[in-house]
C-alpha cells in the first residue's frame, strides 16, 4: 500500500529516494565479482499487484553483497531496502536505459522482527535526510 504522509518532504520539498520491496524471487540469483573486487548480485523479485494490477518483476542490484546472498532460493519471499535508479548504457549504436532498485539489504520476509528492525532504520534514514 502507498501512503502519502504530508510534510514528508520537508520545508524545502527536498526529495528521498528510499525503497522498500516485498516479494518473490523469481528466478536465481546472479553473483559476479567486479573488476573493484567487489561482489555484485543481482535479483528479479516479483511483487503482488494492487488491485486489478498485475505483478511485477523488479529488477534489483546488491553491490558488496555476502557470498550467502548468491544462495537464496528462488520464490523465497524477501524484503529489500534501498533504492530506484536509472541507468543509461550503450548498446551497439544506441543508448538505453534500465530502471532498478539498488539494495541496501535484502532480508528474508520471516522473522518479521528482523524485518521491522530494517524498515525503522530505514525510516530514520529518511527522517535524518529530511532534517537536513
Not at 573493484?36 to 511483487?47: A, C, M
Amino acid at each position: 500500500m502507498l501512503r502519502y504522509f504530508p510534510g514528508a518532504l520537508g520545508t524545502e520539498g527536498e526529495v528521498v529516494n528510499i525503497t522498500v520491496l516485498r516479494g518473490h524471487l523469481s528466478r536465481p540469483p546472479e553473483a559476479r565479482d567486479l573488476p573493484s573486487g567487489d561482489r555484485l548480485v543481482t535479483f528479479e523479485v516479483t511483487v503482488a499487484g494492487v488491485g486489478s494490477r498485475r505483478a511485477e518483476g523488479v529488477p534489483v542490484v546488491w553491490f558488496g553483497a555476502p557470498a550467502s546472498a548468491a544462495d537464496i532460493e528462488p520464490d523465497a519471499e524477501v524484503v529489500v531496502v534501498g533504492r530506484v535508479r536509472r541507468r543509461f548504457f550503450r548498446a551497439g549504436a544506441t543508448t538505453q536505459s534500465r530502471t532498478e532498485v539498488v539494495a541496501d539489504r535484502v532480508l528474508p520476509a520471516r522473522p518479521a522482527a528482523r524485518v521491522a528492525r530494517a524498515l525503522r532504520a530505514a525510516v530514520a534514514a529518511l527522517e535524518d535526510e529530511i532534517a537536513g
